[in-house]
């Protein structure tokens, strides 16, 4: 279960980015778009690393 945490935090966090890059899009705004695709990323690899964490975890056992 350590994984699930990470994995909870890269949604968010791709959920949170998207939305911003949405915003920025709609309103021009640049800088508020790029914000957007780096929480993204952050997101895509939180997940990453969680998913790792699960495989780590089932191969102990």
């Given at each position: 279960m350590s994984g699930l945490s990470?994995?909870?935090k890269g949604t968010v966090n791709k959920v949170k980015g998207e939305t911003k890059d949405q915003i920025g899009n709609a309103?021009?705004?640049?800088?508020l778009q790029a914000?957007?695709?780096?929480?993204?990323?952050?997101?895509?690899?939180?997940?990453?690393?969680?998913?790792?964490k699960?495989?780590?975890d089932r191969?102990?056992?």
């Open positions: 990470d994995k909870l309103t021009d705004d640049r800088s914000d957007g695709k780096l929480d993204k990323l952050k997101g895509e690899a939180q997940e990453t690393v969680g998913e790792a699960d495989r780590v191969d102990r056992l």
